[in-house]
């Protein structure tokens, strides 16, 4: 019998190594990437890209409660018979409800750019395309708060490695993006 025979050491085997990957991915933004642009930019560039960088990062908290409590409604539908349709018909529910929140909270955030320049605001009116910047990312992480449904579910399946290689892939994608423009 191996180490991973049971499907509970396999789950918190997967968990505990996505979370590694997740670890590192995120030590090599902050200890790699932060004396590397610092070489090659500004401390005013830097401090503005890291204040973008942080206003994505918020906004990931923004769901306000919506992932934990998906992911303990998909945990409660495990021990039930039938799991697979309740999980079904609550998923789609649940999608609904986030893609209503999704755009409720988009749509506060074009009004607020709108009426307010988020460099005047943050005093970055000297960096070039601050104000778009700052929208792309907040609007980008804004349009990707939907996935937290499917990250609960996978997470209540024991398959938190798949989303984590669905962020690595993303980190990856976006980490070339910046390299080349």
Known sequence: MTLFASSRARRIFGGWSANIVQLLLALTQQIVLIPLFLKFWTGDTLSAWLTIFAAGNLVLAADAGLHGWALNRFLSFKSRGDCDRRSSRYYGAALQLFVSFTATLALALVVAFGLVSPSAVLGFAAEPDFDWAFAIMTMGVVVTLPINLASA???????????????????????SARSSA
């Open 153 to 175: 579910l996978y997470r209540a399946r024991g398959l938190y490695g798949r989303i984590v290689r669905v962020q690595a892939w993303g980190w990856r994608w976006a980490s």
